[in-house]
């Protein structure tokens, strides 16, 4: 490849002088040369090209070349291009004037071709090494720049990583209709959450678990859909959604499951903690009819689960969370089965085999009514108007 041509712009108002310098500078090949006989267009062709060097006549008419040279170190873009003046008659003052405005170098036209094509190869080469250097610094300092914010972003990362961790509020995280947390939530609590030292806990706060997962489904949601619209359904989940922030603690996560199905994830509670916390998930729901957008209001209830997390038995054996929502689902299913707008808590049993029976999943919603006394004890907690 070629290297990059030398750029000249050769400025003077008389073409027989034009041509004459064109045909010195062409001893020199690596010169490019362009030539403007007006002095007006001047800034504009410099802009246009760019030049490393330019040759200014110095007595031009109307506008003499002391103006054009002005004009050149007031535009930001020209004002560090190498200016030779090219004058007829070598006057101390007139120099002086030159350089203060700018100029770079002062030749008596015309010079030897020799002396002419030294002089502006050398100003070529040195604006076209400046403006390396400066091409070569601007580099360096937009890598470091890149790095800076390549630096800044993984740090930006990870503080948004250490927030979520903190506050579990990212977008993604969150249900787009109830506003609720989702799904993912969850999971990633699940994935994060420290493992819970259950007799240490136990020693400092009396609790059987950290945590109580109550799972609740809308009753008979369906019939809402194919009566109302899928909007009134969208209103109510909307609903739910803001009564349990209300009745809730800050504290408890609440969590739109999937479809009409909610998790709500308490902390810190004991046993008759727990139940109060699900007593007060009914209530939220079912204890007064929705008022909904075009008029419309529904009594609507839920069927409910819940268990403590870890869930443990008495020979100090637990069960992981996971196993604990299957317990909480086993016992919303039982609700629904023995009449809806019910819940039913299951705390661990005196017989600590049940442990193996969840954990391979051969236990079901039947099977928690036969265990109770054994296995499990259940708690039975009435919905709002629920006969007890």
Not at 127 to 134: D, S
Not at 161 to 170: D, G, H, K
Not at 172 to 181: E, H, K, M, N, V
Not at 297 to 315: E, I, Q, Y
Request: hydrophobic content about 40%; aromatic content about 6%; proline content about 5%.
């Amino acid at each position: 490849m070629s290297a990059e041509k030398l750029r000249v712009l050769v400025i003077d108002d008389q073409p027989i002088i034009l041509e004459a310098v064109r045909g010195i500078l062409r001893l020199a090949p690596e010169l490019e040369v362009t030539t403007v006989d007006d002095a007006d267009s001047a800034i504009v062709t410099a802009l246009e090209i760019r030049p490393h060097v330019v040759l200014l006549d110095l007595n031009m008419e109307p506008v003499d070349g002391l103006e054009v040279l002005q004009r050149l170190r007031a535009d930001p873009e020209l004002t560090d291009v190498s200016v030779v003046m090219l004058s007829g008659a070598e006057e101390p003052e007139t120099k002086v004037e030159a350089f203060r405005r700018g100029a770079n170098d002062y030749v008596v036209k015309l010079p030897s071709p020799l002396e002419l094509v030294a002089r502006v190869r050398y100003h070529a080469k040195a604006a076209a090494a400046t403006a390396a250097r400066e091409a070569a610094f601007q580099a360096l300092m937009e890598s470091r720049a890149a790095l800076e914010e390549t630096n800044r972003q993984m740090e930006e990362q990870k503080r948004q990583l250490e927030l979520m961790n903190r506050e579990l509020t990212e977008a993604s995280l969150t249900d787009a209709l109830t506003g609720l947390r989702n799904r993912r939530w969850l999971r990633y609590f699940l994935e994060q959450a420290p493992v819970t030292d259950v007799a240490a806990e136990e020693r400092r706060n009396h609790t059987p678990g950290m945590f109580t997962f109550a799972l609740f489904d809308l009753d008979h949601f369906k019939q809402i859909n194919d009566r109302h619209g899928h909007e009134t359904g969208d209103a109510v989940l909307v609903e739910v959604a803001r009564r349990l922030r209300r009745d809730l603690r800050h504290s408890d996560g609440i969590l739109r499951w999937g479809g009409e199905e909610f998790l709500v994830v308490g902390h810190g509670y004991d046993r008759e903690g727990a139940v109060d916390f699900a007593r007060r998930i009914l209530q939220a729901v079912g204890g007064e009819p929705m008022k909904l957008p075009g008029g419309v209001s529904l009594k609507v209830t839920c069927s409910l689960g819940f268990a403590p997390a870890p869930w443990h038995a008495a020979d100090g054996m637990r069960l992981g969370r996971e196993q604990v929502l299957h317990l909480a689902d086993f016992a919303l299913y039982l609700g629904k089965l023995e009449g809806r707008n019910r819940g039913y808590g299951v705390f661990p049993g005196p017989d600590p085999a049940i442990v193996e029976r969840i954990s391979d999943l051969s236990l079901d919603a039947l099977g928690l009514r036969r265990e109770h006394g054994r296995g499990v004890e259940l708690v039975a907690i009435p919905g709002p108007e629920s006969a007890p």
